[in-house]
């Protein structure tokens, strides 16, 4: 990473593990859909679904998401962790609340969901405590750091407005409307999701395609256009509109994503490397699901007219899958064989430079094998989202089969790159568990 601070890196022990199970979240979300039935289709509100969709969102992307801010933040934007204890105990409370309240959401239980919300809520506010030192929100210098500063102003908005759904489930205070569940859905979704895949995009994708000659031009006003649709659209959405509001806040809604695709574009055009890598086609592959995702969007918010009375949740349900699954979801998969490369590397390797043979970056993960199972998750998604456009489960239990088998690969081959010994290396001493300090 440009500009790291070696001093400031956290050890690789702290990072690695959220980075790892991330894959673990996608796979539990492609297992519940595997697995569901016309259900699913019927209402976009199914046990089925809302579970799905928080072990994808808060078991996988979030919890990659962690990991990679504990490791960008001190290293690259300057900040710094208040304590590398506090972050091991809020990896442990994640790993073992998030599991906790997806099954209490599938199961419907609202006196679990509330209990399981607590742990989730407590790993939260401990990975917001050194999240916002780490970022060091106060100064929004640069547009990476103020993509991520936003992104976490919308988590804890996410967050409070979830809390509040799982109270008034088990209290009854108000009902819980479709309109309050999609605007949650959307702060997450657009505010915390995308506002954080699109600023690590504006580091991430110059320095791993050789990016020289080329400033980002629209990243100021891809923030304001995406916080601002976020924040105000979820709103809108909570009162539950009639079809010209939804429109229009599907609209607003597509202004920040399509600005950074332009950057993205540009950047990807102006590289020095001139062979895509599989960092470089995830990039591609997710705006082309975020071009999905936007139209799928309008038609969900036209309704009734293009909505199948027997299966009325299908194109939501579609929409949904693309952007998790796709626009946020295929952007980690390809980022994440090389930021955990890259940490390997720094902390293991870099001593022996010049002591040695030491391996490269792309000596420690198989670029074919990587973009196989780039594939795979991408196919998965695809036939999912076709299988709930079509209103066809067997699509979609497929799809979401498919999806399952490549987060356990993922998995497989992110654990082989943090536990193989890598052969390119002269190594001084074993690599076991003593590594991951």
């Known amino acids: 990473m440009t500009g790291l601070n070696s001093s400031s890196s956290p050890p690789l022990g702290l990072v690695a593990p959220f980075l790892l199970v991330a894959p673990l979240g996608l796979f539990a979300a492609g297992v519940l859909l595997a697995t569901t039935d016309a259900s699913s289709l019927a209402g976009i509100n199914a046990p089925r679904n809302v579970a799905a969709a928080h072990a994808a969102i808060i078991g996988g992307l979030t919890t990659a998401i962690m990991g990679a801010i504990y490791q960008l933040g001190p290293a690259v934007l300057g900040g710094r962790l208040l304590s590398e204890r506090l972050a091991r105990i809020q990896f442990g409370l994640h790993a073992v609340s998030v599991p906790g309240f997806v099954w209490a959401l599938l199961e419907w239980n609202p006196a679990w969901m509330s209990v399981a919300a607590v742990g989730v809520v407590a790993s939260l506010v401990l990975f917001l405590i050194n999240a916002v030192a780490a970022v060091d929100v106060r100064r929004p210098n640069s547009v990476t750091r103020a993509h991520l500063s936003a992104a976490l102003a919308m988590l804890v908005i ?11 489930l088990e209290h009854l205070w108000f009902p819980v409307t479709l309109g309050r569940l999609s605007g949650h859905a959307h702060m997450g979704l657009l505010g915390w999701l995308g506002l954080t895949m699109m600023g690590v995009s504006y580091q991430l994708v110059p320095m791993f395609n050789m990016v020289q000659k080329r400033e980002p031009r629209l990243g ?96 939501q349900l579609a ?8 626009w946020a979801g295929v952007m980690w998969v390809g980022n994440s064989y090389k930021i955990l490369p890259f940490l390997v590397w720094y902390h293991r390797y870099r001593f022996l430079a010049g002591k040695g043979r030491v391996p490269m970056i792309n000596d420690m993960y198989d670029d074919r ?7 795979g998750h991408a196919g998965g998604v695809a036939v999912m989202a076709a299988g709930a456009g079509l209103a066809n489960l067997t699509l979609l239990r497929a799809g979401a089969g498919l999806l399952a088998a490549a987060a356990v690969a993922h998995f497989g081959t992110l654990g082989h790159i943090l536990f193989a010994p890598h052969a390119a290396a002269t190594i001084t001493k074993p690599l076991g568990r003593g590594a991951l300090r």
């Open 369 to 375: 094998l990587a973009t196989a199972i780039l594939w």
């Open 319 to 326: 929409y949904g899958i693309c952007g998790i699954g796709g």
């Open 158 to 168: 996410t967050a409070s407005f979830g809390v509040t759904w799982v109270g008034t």
């Open 220 to 315: 100021w006003a891809a923030l304001a256009a995406t916080c601002g649709s976020a924040l105000v659209g979820g709103l809108v959405l909570m009162s539950d509109p009639g079809r010209g509001l939804r429109m229009s806040v599907a609209a607003a809604m597509a202004v920040g994503p399509a600005l950074w695709s332009i950057d993205m574009l540009r950047l990807l055009l102006a590289r020095s490397r001139r062979t895509l890598d599989v960092q470089g086609k995830a990039t591609l592959v997710s705006l082309g699901f975020l071009a999905a995702t936007v139209a799928l969007g309008f038609v969900a918010a036209i309704g009734e007219p293009l909505r199948d009375a027997d299966h009325s949740a299908n194109w």
